[in-house]
């Protein structure tokens, strides 16, 4: 995947402020004219839009899947990660002075072909790879980002079972296990 310029970063991140800032004022997502950016912004990638206060999440949403125009991606999950996560409440005007924004604009899945999981443990690559885990119904994924809180591949494996529904101790072979990097772009502090 290639990078972004700073111009293109920042144009990303001004999209996913009018977003939040267009839910603030009339609750509900604007429209966007994808054909008013530039090809490379208009490319079919996945992103993940993730608000902090401080060091605390605030709101994370995204999507796995290239289906649309980053620009488009983008805009939908800043709106949905202020307004649509089910952990937070919706976000207020009082709490959007201290919302920092960073996207992670996601590589195409790879399915790691793994037999075990010390095999899997032994192939992921600390603070590198995110990775997708589905068995059945079961999804679930962590960003490369949640290494710095998981820094152990035995621990990082066994929450992203959890939170997949399944036990720690949960392996099968039908387990379908992928890997992705992202790049990150963050708002100023």
Not at 81 to 88: L, Y
């Amino acid at each position: 995947m290639s990078g972004f310029t700073d111009q293109q970063r920042q144009t990303l991140l001004a999209i996913a402020r009018a977003s939040i800032e267009h839910g603030l004022r009339h609750a509900k997502c604007s429209a966007l004219d994808t054909a008013e950016f530039p090809a490379e912004l208009r490319a079919r990638l996945a992103c993940f839009v993730t608000l902090k206060t401080g060091q605390a999440l605030r709101g994370c949403i995204g999507s796995l899947e290239a289906v649309r125009p980053l620009v488009m991606d983008v805009h939908e999950n800043a709106y949905a990660a202020a307004f649509r996560d089910p952990r937070f409440e919706p976000l207020t005007w009082q709490e959007w002075p201290a919302v920092r924004i960073s996207l992670a604009i996601l590589s195409p899945p790879a399915a790691m072909s793994v037999v075990d999981e010390e095999t899997l443990l032994a192939t992921l690559r600390p603070g590198i790879d995110g990775v997708i885990l589905e068995y059945g119904p079961r999804r679930a994924t962590f960003l490369p980002a949640v290494w710095q809180t998981l820094p152990d591949p035995r621990d990082f494996v066994r929450q992203l079972k959890l939170k997949a529904g399944l036990s720690e101790q949960f392996w099968e072979q039908e387990l379908r296990i992928y890997h992705y990097t992202t790049t990150t772009i963050d708002a100023d502090p």
